[in-house]
């Protein structure tokens, strides 16, 4: 995989409205990753959500920092949000999708085609379009 962007943001609520337009500014206007306008729709919902649960549930979101990186190898793009650790618990899924809270994970699980954790870090993986585009690498600090 290929780093074609780095997003580093506060570990506040309206640093996922900046992760969704760093993952729409990748895909539209810089054209650093090839994906359809459903998958780049299920990128942001997804990163929303990465984003909105390390400011929830770690220290991220207790004056600390999130991280957003996209990768790609022309067949994949993967997003991964580190957070600042902290968390009581490991990601997972919860079992019941209409609960009161706790659908993050779950809408991450169904929308990719693969996800995981490792650390402080939660990623997870869409499908590109056929066309292969390896570009520069794009670092944002806010």
């Known amino acids: ?22 993952l729409t500014r990748l895909a539209r206007r810089l054209a650093l990753i090839n994906v359809t306008d459903d998958t780049l729709a299920d990128l942001v919902l997804c990163v929303d959500e990465l984003v909105a649960n390390a400011c929830e549930h770690t220290a991220s979101g207790r004056g600390g920092r999130v991280v957003i990186y996209v990768e790609t190898d022309g067949r994949t793009v993967r997003l ?8 009581l618990t490991e990601p997972r899924v919860q079992p019941e999708a209409c609960g009161e809270g706790g659908r993050g994970l779950w809408l991450v699980e169904a929308l990719s085609t693969a996800w995981g954790s490792h650390d402080t870090s939660v990623w997870a993986e869409f499908p590109c379009c056929s066309r292969v585009v390896m570009p520069q690498a794009q670092h944002v600090s806010s």
Do not use: I, K, Q
Not at 14 to 20: K, L, P, T, V
């Open 1 to 22: 995989m290929m780093l074609v962007g780095v997003l580093d943001v506060p570990g506040v609520a309206r640093s996922a409205r900046a992760a969704r337009e760093f």
């Open 80 to 87: 991964t949000v580190r957070d600042d650790g902290g968390a």
